[in-house]
């Protein structure tokens, strides 16, 4: 009963937020914030891992295929298709999972406990569209970008850490970059990203502003946050991946 | 003036607030005391619809509000001023921002306007000096005076404090205590104060409202407060033992 006491609770609050914006100007000055916050600011941490990450798919793929009759090319097209399908859309979006989600649950828990969200109710301002609103809305715009620059840093990592490695040459590697290129695994990626993003937000949100209690209760929400908006993450991209792959 | 009609809340199954009906009059402070659990925060969050009451009514110069719209609650609460107990300043903003946020919220002022009145808001609590600071910059006593500050910019009608001494000196405390009854008195405003300081009490209690077990047990100002032989008020009064002297002293007088 308490799984669809909350669920009911999240909708509602899903209303509360997508209401109309009280000031606009306002709105826009903290969607712009917003997207500096939960998106420039999490650059650097998906490039360093996007790299890393590219370049170890390279590597355990070359040294996986031992067979003479599987082309070298076969690397950089394993690596492209790891990268577009499930790395740079569902990895990267649970590790934003944790840095975004967390960061949101805890900023609006420590409002929620100080009675900041209270006090912007008794201004008459509606807190929750005018709190989670822009940071909803400012994921879903930049989170594709952050995933775009993921995708080209993920194979620029296979690329220069199998060269290093001497797994594989340029010429092989971008072969298998550009070879039997779907377009689609880029939109599949994409709209993905979009719903992660939406997820990863509305559920840390969710968490951080029902927060009772002191700074332990905080933590408590926070760490809920990121418990299950990468779970519900993780099942999205199963419903998705079978909506749109089948 | 606000009228609490037969207003009930439990949480959890147990009764927090009994049955209360009060009137807070307009152009007064009017004290809610009582002690730790007597349903004081209970009842402030009920006035301002923090809480939904489970039975009985609040008007507000004869305007329906527990039963009222969402809409209906966010519009009438532009009327409304509210003091926390530990400011809930917004962490993000400076000073300066933080008593303009109500005016860019719901005002049409101009930017200068703005500016003017926000001047004018810091200077009436003697604040115009820490405009820049940031809420973890300042003292407590300033957080409140900003707080004081943020709830008087859009000239509200109705001021709530919800313990607006707690964690203050005493001297502070009479500086908040004397800014509330000015303000409230310079703008006939109808104050509602939460406290359980007894120098409060003493300095401001122009209506005072004791709770106890969420019951209203009595009601009187000042003077009558240390006259009443309601044996629980008494308890409350001269639980501290400067009271208690004050009380010896007089006797013998």
Not at chain 1, 125 to 138: D, E, M, Q, T
Request: hydrophobic share 45%; charged share 15%; aromatic share 12%.
């Amino acid at each position: 009963m308490k799984v669809f006491e909350t669920l009911g609770k999240y909708f509602l609050f899903i209303g509360l937020v997508f209401s109309k914006p009280q000031q606009w100007k306002r709105f826009w000055k903290q969607f712009f914030f917003e997207i500096n916050s939960l998106g420039i600011n999490s650059l650097p941490i998906i490039m360093i891992i996007s790299l890393f990450m590219g370049a170890a798919l390279t590597i355990q793929t070359a040294y996986n295929i031992t067979s003479p009759f599987i082309p070298l090319y076969a690397v950089g097209l394993a690596t492209r298709d790891s990268i577009l399908l499930e790395f740079s859309p569902t990895i990267i979006s649970l590790i934003l999972a944790g840095k975004v989600g967390s960061s949101i649950a805890s900023e609006l828990g420590m409002m929620r406990v100080t009675e900041q969200i209270d006090a912007l109710e008794i201004m008459g301002v509606n807190s929750g569209s005018f709190l989670v609103l822009p940071k909803i809305l400012a994921a879903i715009f930049i989170n594709p970008f952050l995933i775009v620059i993921s995708m080209f840093l993920g194979m620029a990592g296979g690329l220069i850490f199998g060269l290093l490695a001497g797994v594989v040459s340029t010429h092989e590697f971008v072969y298998g970059l550009q070879y039997a290129f779907v377009p689609f695994y880029v939109s599949y990626a994409l709209i993905k990203t979009v719903v992660f993003a939406f997820l990863i937000t509305s559920i840390s949100a969710f968490f951080g502003y029902y927060a009772e209690g002191g700074a332990l209760e905080v933590g408590v929400s926070s760490t809920k946050a990121v418990v299950y908006s990468s779970i519900i993450l993780l099942l999205a991209n199963y419903l998705l991946t079978q909506m749109m792959l089948s | 003036m606000i009228e609490v009609q037969h207003i009930s809340k439990s949480f959890s199954g147990r009764k927090i607030l009994d049955d209360v009906s009060l009137v807070f009059e307009t152009g007064k402070t009017n004290l809610v005391i009582g002690g730790s659990g007597s349903g004081k925060t209970v009842l402030m969050k009920c006035l301002v619809a923090l809480y939904t009451v489970d039975e009985g009514d609040i008007l507000y110069d004869g305007r329906q509000f527990s039963k009222s719209t969402e809409e209906d609650k966010r519009l009438l609460r532009k009327d409304f001023g509210m003091v926390f107990q530990g400011g809930a300043l917004f962490d993000s903003q400076t000073v300066w921002e933080n008593v303009a946020f109500p005016l860019q919220m719901f005002s049409s002022l101009s930017e200068s306007e703005i500016k003017d009145r926000v001047e004018f808001c810091l200077n009436r609590v003697n604040l115009n000096a820490a405009y820049q600071l940031y809420p973890s910059q300042i003292s407590g006593g300033m957080k409140k005076r900003v707080a004081i500050a943020r709830a008087i910019a859009l000239n509200p009608k109705y001021l709530f404090c919800d313990e607006p001494n707690s964690g203050l000196d005493p001297k502070t405390s009479i500086v908040i205590d004397n800014l509330i009854q000015e303000i409230t008195e310079e703008y006939n405003i109808t104050t509602v104060v939460n406290t359980h300081d007894m120098n409060s009490v003493l300095e401001i209690g122009q209506k005072i409202i004791y709770l106890n077990k969420g019951q209203k047990w009595w009601e009187g100002d000042k003077n009558s407060i240390l006259e009443t032989d309601n044996a629980e008020v008494n308890d409350f009064v001269y639980a501290s033992e400067l009271f208690q002297r004050i009380r010896k002293a007089s006797q013998k007088l």
